[in-house]
């Protein structure tokens, strides 16, 4: 936006300043264009980000009512209002907060059930407990806008997915910019004084002769002298591929703009001069799992990455997707009453990782089960959701982006062999991978 500003500026300034305009000294006019065009660059403003989270809920005749919220900016919970209020039609703000520049994220976790009892319904007693993340970055002069929002899902194959949670992420300018009408007067055809630094400039121009009959008007164009801003250095991200024998790979750079593809050689680093902010780096190398990086470059900093390549597993022992779920060769597995998967089963997630990286576009709901034995009704969903936001933190702490993972419990409701044997109960005590893509 920036550019075309300054072109538009460049251009009413090219026709007020030409020759013969006025008689005002050459190096008055240098002066003058400069720093019109710095003034018409500093339209936008560069005040702090800020960042404003709303909430549309269902509406009473909906059939839904909210029962718990739990909002996280960057880890950090939302003071919220009551969910009195939050069940009253309309779109309600939750926060409007200064923030610093840079890449942010919102989990939304919330509860509905059906408020409308029925005995035959299918639905009856059931509590939808949702979890999402969005992902968005922020720049200084702008307020993002991410607004929550609960939908039907008219033709859900299983009742329990028959509610979701979306985000929406729009911006706009803290300030809006000002269009302010211009006056001139002629100047008096005199060496100009030295201007100080910081104090206002009047340059007067004359306005073409005015038609018969028709009184002159004059237009008057107040400035302020430039002044100068220091560069900012660039920063600096290197990346380093380990492996038994020197492996070239791929690596795909994701932040602000296009992504930057690069060969990274498996003998020496390879060096890449990016602006600072939030990246996503994805290393993909033939015969290897693919792996990913999330990074935060600081203004004129080195930053370095290392990527120690793994063999991928021959096709028996590789992770596959069978109508939209992960698969994989290994289960993960829990004990009673654990909310963290066996240690022994752990391997499987760096093939969920490596699907991922593979896959950019998509995303990972991680749905956590228990069995109807291991704890009390009640602390069943408790139990599952621990479960399926353990395994999306591991995925998370592997390198993927929280935005790409969201978590969320079933309970016992859903089981996938009988609970009357041990094997059976065993089975149930699971996690699944289901695998969302646009």
Not at 277 to 306: C, H, K, M, N, P
């Amino acid at each position: 936006m920036d550019s075309t500003f300054l072109k538009f500026g460049s251009l009413v300034l090219a026709g007020l300043l030409a020759p013969g305009a006025f008689a005002a000294e050459t190096t008055r006019e240098e002066q003058v264009r400069a720093e019109l065009e710095r003034q018409l660059r500093d339209m936008v403003p560069e005040s702090p980000s800020e960042v404003q989270v709303l909430f549309a809920g269902f509406k009473p005749e909906d059939g839904y009512r909210l029962v718990e919220t739990d909002f996280l900016l960057d880890g950090e919970p939302l003071a919220v209002p009551s969910l009195e209020e939050l069940n009253a039609p309309g779109v309600h703000r939750l926060a409007n907060l200064k923030v610093e520049p840079g890449e942010h994220t919102l989990v939304s976790r919330v509860t509905y059930t059906n408020g409308s009892w029925s005995l035959f319904s299918e639905t009856n007693g059931f509590l939808w407990k949702i979890t999402a993340s969005v992902g968005f970055q922020t720049q200084r002069g702008l307020r993002v806008v991410v607004k929550a929002s609960p939908s039907v899902v008219p033709n859900a194959p299983d009742p329990r997915l028959k509610l979701k949670l979306s985000h929406a992420v729009t911006a706009e300018m803290i300030q809006p910019l000002k269009d302010e009408p211009a006056v001139v007067t002629a100047p008096p055809l005199v060496k100009p004084a030295p201007v100080d630094a910081g104090a206002p400039v009047k340059v007067a121009q004359p306005t073409p002769p005015p038609d018969a009959g028709v009184k002159p008007t004059t237009t008057v164009v107040s400035v302020t002298p430039p002044v100068e801003r220091p560069l900012v250095a660039p920063s600096r991200l290197r990346l380093q591929v380990t492996s038994k024998k020197p492996t070239s790979a791929v690596a795909f750079v994701r932040g602000a703009g296009e992504p930057l593809k690069l060969t990274v050689p498996g003998k020496k680093p390879q060096d890449v001069a990016l602006s600072a902010g939030a990246y996503t780096v994805d290393l993909i190398a033939e015969g290897f799992l693919a792996q990913t990086r999330q990074v935060e470059l600081a203004a004129g900093a080195d930053t370095s990455l290392a990527f120690a390549l793994v063999p991928a597993p021959k096709a028996a022992k590789a992770a596959k997707v069978q109508e939209g779920r992960i698969e994989l060769p290994q289960p993960l597995s829990f004990d009673e009453k654990k909310p963290v998967p066996a240690k022994a089963s752990l391997a499987g997630l760096d093939l969920a990782v490596d699907l991922l990286v593979r896959d950019p576009k998509a995303r990972l709901r991680v749905e956590g089960h228990t069995d109807s034995r291991e704890v009390p009704e009640p602390a069943r969903q408790s139990l599952s959701d621990a479960r399926a936001r353990a395994v999306a933190d591991m995925l998370i702490r592997a390198g993927v982006a929280p935005s790409r993972v969201e978590a969320v419990g079933l309970g016992d409701r859903n089981p996938k062999a009988p609970n009357l044997i041990p094997r059976g109960r065993e089975l149930n005590r699971r996690v699944e991978l289901v695998l969302l893509r646009p």
